[in-house]
Each structure stands twice: as C-alpha cells, then as structure tokens.
C-alpha cells in the first residue's frame, strides 16, 4: 500500500514557475510508473505528464510539453514536478498516481493507477 502526499501548489502569476513534489510512505515507489493528473472545475481529470520507474521515460500531454519537466528521486520516494512559463489554463488541482506495470494502459489513462493523492491547487492569474 502506497500513500501519496502533494505540496507546492500555490497561486503565481502568469509566466512563472513552481515545482509540485509527491512524496510517498508506507511502500516504495522505486517500481511503480509515476503521473501527474490535473482536473479544473467542470473537466475531467487529465493526465500530463508520465515517468517510468528509472526516469529513462518521460512523457507530457501536448499542452504542458517544452514547458513543465517531471522527474523523480526513488531514494526519497518522492516525484517532482516543474511548472515554467505557466498560463491560466494551467489552473487546476493537481494529482499525482502511481501504477504497476503491465496493464498495458495508456499512461494518460487513470485506470491504470492504483494510488493516488489528495492534489494540490495551482491557480494562474493572467
């Protein structure tokens, strides 16, 4: 069983930055796949960004890409998540989720994450 915990969300103006981190406890999360899901008000939560146990694999959904950079540390059992140059459609909560492999999912697809966290807010003024 892995609990998942987000921080740094916070309110920015557009075009800057902040990191998000996911820490998790009570397992480790060196052999899961790792993802950042967001949901604004009135969407369906989305995934963007994705990273493979080792960090050699990293994808983004077209909307974030060039701009935020996900990365983990599996010695502090924490996945990072760096927002630059952000813009109010970035507003949302953000979650981080974790998987195991072999689902053979789609790694935007939420069904193929077990643990999830509470989200944390990131809201962008223009």
């Known amino acids: 069983q892995v609990q998942l915990v987000e921080s740094g969300g916070a309110s920015v103006q557009a075009g800057g930055s902040l990191t998000l981190s996911c820490v998790g406890s009570?397992?480790?999360?060196?052999?899961?796949?790792m993802a950042w899901f967001r949901q604004a008000p009135g969407k369906k939560r989305e995934g963007v960004a994705y990273?493979?146990?080792?960090?050699?694999?990293?994808l983004y959904d077209d909307s974030v890409k060039g701009r935020f950079t996900i990365s983990r540390d599996n010695a502090k059992n924490t996945v990072y998540f760096l927002l630059n140059n952000v813009k109010p459609e970035d507003t949302a909560r953000y979650y981080c989720?974790?998987?195991?492999?072999?689902?053979?999912?789609?790694?935007?697809?939420?069904?193929?994450?077990?643990?999830w966290g509470q989200g944390t807010q990131v809201t962008v003024a223009s």
């Open positions: 009570g397992s480790s999360i060196s052999s899961y796949l």
């Open positions: 989720a974790a998987g195991p492999y072999g689902r053979w999912l789609e790694w935007d697809d939420p069904k193929g994450y077990d643990y």
């Open positions: 990273i493979n146990s080792d960090g050699d694999q990293r």
